[in-house]
């Protein structure tokens, strides 16, 4: 699997608000530092703003953009992680310069990628037509009005269309970023960079984006250990009742705490964990189809080939074949 390129679009090199510089330093921290002892050569990044030449900062931070918008079109992935909040506040218009090069960059075959508000970018460009979509809750109303024909999502995390992603706000975006290295370079390359980002593994795209508050909650603290309990414990029969009781909880409040804060049940959480680490041994190690199944706590090969065909798409073989020689075999602990 390759990296390759990624142009990531600041809107403005001047006066840019903190909650900007958030998302954009996400994106840079996830794609534009090197990682060698992980995948070589790592994502190569961009900058691409409105113009060249660096000026100075009025009220907020200024940066220094080497790329224009033309360069879009070259980039394997473009990603788009906010718009000017003058967009919001004020009603001015999306730089026309950027919207045509977002369309130029997808009629070039390039994964057009937003994080929070940057969906009104890649929503001006047409881009976003036809398609489901999300955008930090905030913001998705004004998101769906301006734009009637994008089908808007303000559940979820983020979204997988194929060629085109979107993501809520803030730390989905980190989520939404780190899907798009285990897209590239595996569940393997993305978790260990996870760890070093001291961020969670993976959240799955349909996790919520806030806990219903009319929900009884626990504090999160409550349920992590046994989550963590359950991810390094994989290989065992877990049922909804042993971790309910590993957690002190009756099962049917142990489902509506995991519900409320996963955003999906404790059956497909832990399923969920369970193919997430039969990638990663698919990834980093040799061991027969049967055996990561075990591992893995899906049971038989058959199980493991019918669930990657349901929620990866590909079988286990082919999908290990595609990482093959990407990254360090490790043996597993038995």
């Known amino acids: ?75 394997d992935t473009v990603i ?12 001015m218009p999306i730089d026309p310069d950027l919207i045509r090069g977002l369309r130029r960059a997808a009629e070039s075959g390039a994964r057009m990628v937003s994080l929070c ?7 001006e460009a047409g881009l976003l037509d036809g398609r489901r979509a ?13 734009f009637p024909k994008v089908e808007i999502d303000d559940s979820v995390l983020y979204i997988d269309d194929g060629d085109v992603l ?17 897209q590239d370079l595996g569940a393997h390359v993305a978790n260990a960079l996870a760890r070093r980002m001291v961020v969670p593994t993976h959240r799955a795209g349909g996790q919520a984006q806030f806990i219903d508050l009319s929900v009884p909650v626990t504090d999160d603290e409550s349920l992590a250990p046994v989550l963590q ?33 996963t955003g999906t049940t404790p059956l497909q959480w832990l399923l969920n964990q369970r193919l997430a680490h039969a990638q990663s041994l698919l990834e980093s190690t040799q061991l027969p189809i049967e055996q990561v199944s075990q591992h893995s706590g899906l049971g038989t090969a058959a199980n493991l080939r019918r669930h990657f065909a349901l929620h ?14 990407g990254v360090k075999r490790e043996p597993v602990q038995t």
């Open 312 to 325: 990866v798409g590909v079988t286990p073989t082919d999908y290990r074949r595609a990482f093959e020689g």
């Open 117 to 123: 508000m940057g969906a009104f970018a890649l929503a």
């Open 229 to 261: 309990w359950a991810t390094e414990h994989l290989h065992l029969p877990l049922s909804v009742n042993d971790l309910a009781r590993r957690a002190g909880m009756s099962p049917r409040t142990f489902f509506r705490q995991v519900q409320s804060v």
């Open 80 to 91: 788009v992680p906010s718009v000017p909040e003058a967009v919001f506040t004020e009603g």
């Open 1 to 75: 699997m390759s990296a390759g390129s990624v142009a990531l679009v600041v809107t403005e090199e001047t006066d840019m608000h903190p909650w900007d510089l958030y998302e954009l330093g996400i994106a840079y921290a996830v794609f534009g530092r090197p990682q060698p002892d992980l995948a070589d050569p790592w994502y190569d990044l961009w900058l691409c703003g409105p113009r060249t030449a660096e000026t100075g900062p009025a009220r907020g931070f200024s940066l220094r953009c080497d790329h224009d918008f033309d360069a879009l079109a070259r980039a």
């Open 166 to 182: 979107t993501s809520a706000g803030m730390t989905a975006g980190l989520d939404l970023c780190l899907h798009l290295v285990r």
């Open 134 to 146: 999300t955008a930090h809750w905030m913001h998705t109303e004004d998101l769906a009005r301006r």
